[in-house]
């Protein structure tokens, strides 16, 4: 098997998480190489062996896979300076938000493989949700390389890129949904005047929102038929549900979601 060595141009907390999983997958540290603008971020890296480059050219031209890892605002400047670079025969990662196979080739100023990845941040505990699709470059074995590495840390789903931007909102900013409703569960909880150490009850809840989707994970029924099963008929469910419903719940989050997707168009502009 050919020895593959992978660069990060950009060295944050999702990058942090997939490095990780590189490691897992067997890569030895000295063929990561890493670079950021931020020393102070590379530095904890250094100490454990990774190759840490003087600048995103030098981390490329190392690489036989670049992982672009920077925010999308950045890539304009980023492709135009790694386009001076040796880039024959490398394939592209690119975890921007937004940012779509053909907007890496135009700014590199050539055409290159690309594969776009859209994690989450629930992959930093191995528990991700990763969105994952390439231009007609990408070799078979490269991108069966970086889906492996993706499934290591969590599930995987292979999408046509022109449903990237879409799978951003279900996914990629969807943890925040989560966060905020467990917030409001704490707060309200707070409201009604239990007063449990702050640690214990968010634990609780966590563990609610936890069970449940493993509850769904692993049952035959459907999301409508998982939510009569809970509702008993003039139990203490059914108003509460009966309430969220009323009050717009599935429409606004619809509406948020959509807010995602427009977002993410406009970064890819």
């Known amino acids: ?10 060295v944050g907390n999702m990058a942090s998480a997939i490095i990780g ?15 950021d603008r931020h020393p102070v971020k590379t530095a ?9 480059a003087s600048s995103a050219v ?9 992982v672009l890892a920077t925010q999308p605002q950045s890539f304009p400047e980023l492709l ?11 394939c592209f990662v690119s975890i921007a938000a937004g940012i779509k196979t053909e907007t890496v080739c135009s700014g590199l100023g050539k055409e290159v493989p690309v594969i776009r ?26 991108f069966r390389l970086i889906c492996r590495i993706f499934s290591r840390m969590g599930e995987i789903i292979i999408l046509p890129e022109d449903k990237m931007n879409e799978i951003i909102s279900v996914t990629g900013s969807s943890p925040a949904y989560v966060y905020l409703f467990i917030k409001s569960i704490i707060d309200a909880a707070r409201e009604q005047g239990i007063e449990a150490d702050e640690h214990q009850l968010r634990n609780i809840v966590c563990r609610t929102v ?13 999301a409508e038929q998982l939510l009569d099963a809970v509702q008993t008929p003039g139990g203490t469910t059914e108003p509460a549900v009966q309430t969220l419903i009323k009050r717009g719940m599935p429409e606004i989050i619809a509406e ?13 502009k």
């Not at 999983?21 to 670079?35: K, M, P, R």
């Not at 948020?256 to 168009?265: E, V």
């Open 117 to 142: 990845v859209m994690p989450n941040a629930p992959l930093r505990i191995g528990k991700g949700a990763t969105a994952v699709t390439r231009n007609s470059s990408v070799s078979e074995a490269d």
């Open 21 to 35: 999983g590189v490691a897992e997958d067997g890569i030895s540290h000295s063929d990561v190489i890493l670079f």
């Open 256 to 268: 948020a979601m959509k807010a995602c997707t427009d977002r993410a168009y406009e970064l890819g």
């Open 58 to 66: 030098d981390a490329a031209e190392q690489a036989d896979i670049i």
């Open 80 to 90: 135009s300076e790694l386009g001076t670079a040796q880039l024959d025969g490398k």
């Open 210 to 222: 936890i069970g449940s989707a493993e509850l769904m994970m692993h049952s035959d029924l459907t």
């Open 1 to 10: 098997m050919k020895k593959v060595k992978i660069a990060f141009i950009g």
């Open 44 to 52: 904890p890296f250094k100490t454990q062996g990774y190759t840490v």
